[in-house]
């Protein structure tokens, strides 16, 4: 059966593998790339297959176990039943009962998602990439399973599915083909939002049966709970950490900066993604250097979860997430600051700021601030003295799809960017209207079996597309550096990777960061050279 042929009742059919990804079909890269042609998706080993059902697409990023008996297999599928019963009743589900019922009865079948998805696209039009695809999988269990009367109306109402152990691992497997972009949602005319059916899809086997990625779980959440940051850094290993970025910052601009902590008589408390720890100091670095400059008073936190803003629970688990958004929610209120202000990275910002309103509440509903308004007030405001021929190279701007898309977040970047940086330009398209960058909903940080390839070879295509396309031929030359401003942890991970899988920096001298680097880049009273050209690679 070819991938285009395939319709959602299929989706319970005992083969092997359900979807075969042909690079050919593909769309094509722009130039530099015009001839770049992708290899085939590693096949995984026998034994990895052995112990984990990929037959959806040969592809893995969240490991379903395969039972060993068919006893197990239908143990499994009841227990799924169960938890799709509670996902649709208000007691188990008030926080997103309303909308996930409002997209299971509303859709029209118009697919107008399809075309505004970048993944069904990329991929070569697969149809079981289709944003309507997997949620009309779910809605015909619905149908046909949970209504009265649904086995017996099943032919004439369109609920012709089987509900076997094949239909649930496949449908755990296809929700974890989107990114939670909400790029569909925004489209639709009536308003479905396959992105959240998506996310409820993750939530029922995270809650239910256990199945959620190793790396959103285990060493996300989990970790970040019982060691205080989802990579694993502790509190004395921050203490390290700081003391080796305020040498750093000594040695790279001949300014003496503590990095404060836990300071009572703090206005703000600054949190940050912990990727920036281990990946990009210079981030970290930079919000001090402007801070100070600025003569803010702002603290960090050192206790357990409150130096790492992440929440990966956003993107699969209700129960993960208001267990780490009520620890930062406890942290802001005993030191006593004024306000937040979230680091550069998209989830954490709506985590705590726009979820976080249903669950930052009475006392501990402290004011939270993004990062692009405090930059914004900052530098247009004069209180930092910036020379903008500093960043006098082609930049553009990559639009986190949780800022922008599912905050409105859109302005304050931009007007920092227009001081600042001279040759700025948009991608097309931009702001609400971006492409995800193609590690949204944690798949920067899956590095697991074969799904790196997958994800930047089809989830990151169009953005890898829209980047070279924001310059010109003569730009794109490996003569020439550029920018890519990307103010979130997640997106810069996703970007890194994709500049290495398709190795722009050598083709196209293609450099990503945020966009602090660029303000202290461009500030006078720090040596020049903050962004260092030669030694990204």
């Known amino acids: 059966m070819s991938s285009h042929d395939l319709k959602p009742r299929d989706i319970s059919k005992k083969t092997d593998q359900l979807v075969h990804i042909d690079p050919a079909e593909l769309p094509k890269l722009p130039y530099?790339?015009?001839?770049?042609?992708?290899?085939?998706?590693?096949?995984l080993s026998e034994a990895k297959k052995k112990k984990r059902d990929v037959s959806l697409d040969g592809v893995t990023n969240v490991d379903v176990p395969v039972p060993e008996t068919d006893e197990e297999k239908e143990a499994l599928v009841a227990k799924f039943l169960d938890g799709l019963r509670k996902l649709l009743s208000k007691e188990n589900n008030w926080t997103f009962l309303q909308p996930l019922m409002l997209s299971l009865d509303n859709c029209v079948k118009c697919n107008t998602c399809s075309n505004a998805c970048p993944i069904y696209n990329e991929s070569g039009r697969i149809e079981a990439y289709r944003p309507l695809f997997r949620s009309d999988v779910l809605r015909r269990i619905?149908?046909?399973?949970?209504?009265?009367?649904?086995?017996?109306?099943?032919?004439f109402?369109?609920?012709?599915?089987?509900?076997?152990?094949?239909?649930v691992a496949r449908l755990a497997q296809m929700?974890?083909?989107?990114?939670?972009?909400?790029?569909?949602?925004q489209t639709c005319p009536m308003g479905v939002d396959n992105g959240l059916l998506s996310r409820e899809i993750r939530k029922l086997f995270s809650q239910e049966l256990g199945i959620a990625p190793q790396e959103l779980h285990a060493d996300g959440t989990i970790k970040q709970l019982e060691t205080g940051s989802s990579t694993g850094i502790t509190p004395f290993a921050l203490a390290d950490l700081m003391e080796?970025?305020?040498?750093?910052?000594?040695?790279?601009?001949?300014?003496?900066?503590?990095?404060?902590?836990?300071?009572?008589?703090?206005?703000?408390?600054?949190?940050?993604n912990a990727g920036e720890f281990l990946s990009w100091p210079e981030n970290i670095q930079a919000f001090a250097i402007i801070f100070e400059a600025a003569g803010l008073k702002w603290t960090m936190s050192s206790d357990l979860v409150g130096y790492d803003s992440v929440n990966y629970g956003l993107f699969y688990d209700d129960a993960q997430y208001v267990k780490v958004t009520l620890?930062?929610?406890?942290?802001?209120?005993?030191?006593?600051?004024?306000?937040?202000?979230?680091?550069?990275?998209?989830?954490?910002?709506?985590?705590?700021?726009a979820i976080g309103d249903r669950t930052w509440l009475s006392e501990s509903n402290i004011p939270r601030e993004s990062?692009?308004?405090?930059?914004?007030d900052i530098v247009l405001n004069g209180k930092l003295k910036i020379d903008p021929e500093r960043n006098n190279f082609p930049c553009t701007l990559h639009d986190p799809c949780n800022l922008t898309r599912a905050m409105g977040i859109i302005q304050p970047q931009r007007e920092v960017l227009r001081k600042i940086a001279p040759q700025f330009r948009e991608m097309t398209p931009h702001g609400v209207e971006n492409y995800c960058c193609g590690g949204g909903s944690g798949f920067a940080i899956m590095q697991s079996h074969n799904f790196p390839q997958w994800r930047n070879m089809i989830s990151g295509r169009r953005k890898f597309a829209q980047i070279l396309n924001a310059f010109t031929r003569e730009e794109i030359d490996p003569g020439v550096n550029k920018y890519v401003c990307a103010p979130c942890s997640n997106c810069k991970g996703q970007i890194r990777d994709m500049i290495n899988y398709y190795d722009a920096w050598e083709k196209c001298h293609l450099q990503y960061g945020g966009l602090v680097e660029m303000v202290v880049n461009g500030m006078t009273d720090v040596p020049e050279g903050f962004i260092e050209w030669d030694d990204f690679h």
């Open 157 to 167: 109402t369109g609920a012709d599915i089987d509900l076997n152990w094949e239909t």
């Open 32 to 43: 530099p790339y015009d001839d770049w042609v992708d290899p085939v998706i590693e096949e």
């Open 327 to 353: 620890k930062h929610a406890d942290i802001a209120k005993k030191l006593g600051v004024k306000k937040v202000v979230l680091g550069e990275c998209g989830h954490a910002s709506k985590s705590m700021m």
């Open 175 to 185: 929700s974890y083909r989107c990114t939670l972009c909400r790029r569909c949602a």
């Open 244 to 272: 080796f970025m305020e040498e750093d910052i000594t040695e790279r601009t001949g300014l003496n900066i503590k990095m404060p902590f836990d300071k009572s008589d703090a206005d703000i408390l600054l949190i940050h």
């Open 371 to 376: 990062a692009m308004v405090t930059l914004k």
């Open 142 to 155: 619905v149908n046909k399973y949970l209504k009265p009367g649904g086995k017996l109306t099943a032919k």
